[in-house]
């Protein structure tokens, strides 16, 4: 069972370096793409950490919110509330991922925009046009 | 002056990684493991979420889905419109020239072999019934409308990938897509009044976005027809009208994307001289 928790704990490091690797893409990177690239890893691995809060240990394993028996009697319920992840992590990061899409793709669109007019992508020589 | 630069923003980021990491292992050098219980508010929602015995069910046996459309509905409806603004903010950055491009008459060839076209028509269907089967079982299965809307959005693309950008802008023009989408939208604000309008005809009071029976209000869409028939109250409603909005928005804003780029700096250009 401890060998579970060591790789748990690794896969959550994992994700801490995942963020501190996009952030560094972000602040560096002079190309509005990589930038975006970047972005969108730094959100992805948010949204996992958002649903690993939810996470719980459970005997056997963790089930999903999902009731299966129809309709339900009180000893479903029971169970069910003993072994379900948590909802709400799953159901705020399932709108975040598609806010997230939505202004995603209008950044790329801003970016195709930029560089069909001015021919580039690189901030350096963006933030010196004039116009 | 720039090494020195990338050397401070090294610094910040691996500050800001140590910090993060001793704030999620919270007891030091201790292994982070997952609570055998839930938060109360998770507990609430897992035991009101499909049960007849308490009176603020949501009556569907998905729990996320019940959350998303139920009890944070009206949460979930202004974030669709948030999705809205982001079309929006691309059709302005666009100036017009989707409409003005397309008006001037452009060819439908072109494109990729016919063995690639055939392969896509085909598919097309598989991944459209793909996506209306996530959306449709969203109040059973994992899943709803916007995975749907996000699931069918990948068949525009396919089609603008292997035909062309004319070939699609032919069948649904930027404005139609957009039109579409606000009907979706529009179906969603209808549907959260269903029944409160219900309840005004029979003399009763009711609330907006009410699903199922509240506290001083006995009205409710069925939940469930016979023994095993779920139907979710308003959440089927829900789910294939944003299934619709989420797709036809996905759709409007491939169209800008893909733009060709010649012509468009040329039309961007004269109108600025």
Do not use: C
């Not at chain 2, 603004?85 to 060819?107: D, P």
């Amino acid at each position: 069972m401890e060998i579970i928790y060591v790789l748990f704990n690794i896969a959550v490091l994992a994700l801490i370096a995942n963020i501190g690797l996009a952030l560094y893409g972000v602040f560096t990177r002079p190309s509005l793409v990589k930038k975006i690239i970047a972005l969108t890893i730094f959100s992805d691995t948010i949204n996992l950490m958002v649903v690993l809060i939810g996470f719980r240990h459970a005997e056997p394993n963790p089930v999903p919110p999902i009731l299966i028996s129809i309709p339900p009697i009180k000893e479903d319920i029971i169970t069910f509330m003993q072994k379900a992840v948590d909802p709400l992590p799953q159901a705020l990061v399932l709108t975040a991922i598609v806010i997230g899409l939505a202004v995603i793709l209008y950044l790329i669109f801003l970016t195709i925009q930029i560089y069909r007019i001015y021919g580039t992508t690189d901030v350096r020589k963006i933030a010196k046009l004039k116009g | 002056m720039k090494s020195r630069m990338h050397a401070a923003i090294l610094a910040t980021i691996i500050i800001i990684v140590v910090v993060l990491a001793m704030a999620f292992a919270l007891k030091g050098i201790a292994l982070y493991i997952p609570p055998r219980n839930v938060r109360t508010l998770a507990e609430i929602f897992l035991n009101t979420t499909f049960n007849q015995w308490v009176n603020i069910s949501a009556m569907a046996p998905e729990a996320v889905t019940a959350i998303v459309w139920d009890y944070r509905g009206l949460d979930t409806l202004f974030e669709t419109s948030v999705m809205f603004i982001a079309i929006v903010g691309a059709l302005t950055l666009s100036r017009g020239v989707g409409e003005k491009l397309f008006i001037s008459g452009a060819s439908e060839a072109g494109g990729l072999s016919v063995i690639v076209k055939t392969i896509t028509r085909i598919i097309l269907v598989m991944i459209s019934a793909v996506g209306a089967s996530i959306a449709l079982h969203g109040h059973l299965t994992p899943g709803g409308g916007f995975q749907g809307g996000a699931t069918i959005a990948v068949a525009p693309m396919i089609l603008i990938v292997t035909f062309s950008v004319y070939f699609i802008v032919k069948r649904i023009s930027i404005k139609k897509a957009v039109l579409l989408r606000s009907a979706g939208l529009g179906v969603i604000a209808l549907s959260s009044f269903i029944v409160l309008i219900v309840a005004l005809f029979k003399g009763g009071i009711a609330y907006i976005f009410q699903n199922q029976v509240k506290m001083f209000s006995p009205y409710s869409v069925p939940s469930y027809i016979g023994d095993s028939l779920v139907i979710g109250g308003t959440l089927l409603l829900f789910n294939a009208a944003e299934t619709f909005a989420v797709a036809f928005g996905f759709i409007a804003l491939l169209i800008l994307i893909t733009l060709p780029e010649e012509q468009f700096r040329k039309i961007i250009l004269e109108s600025e001289e």
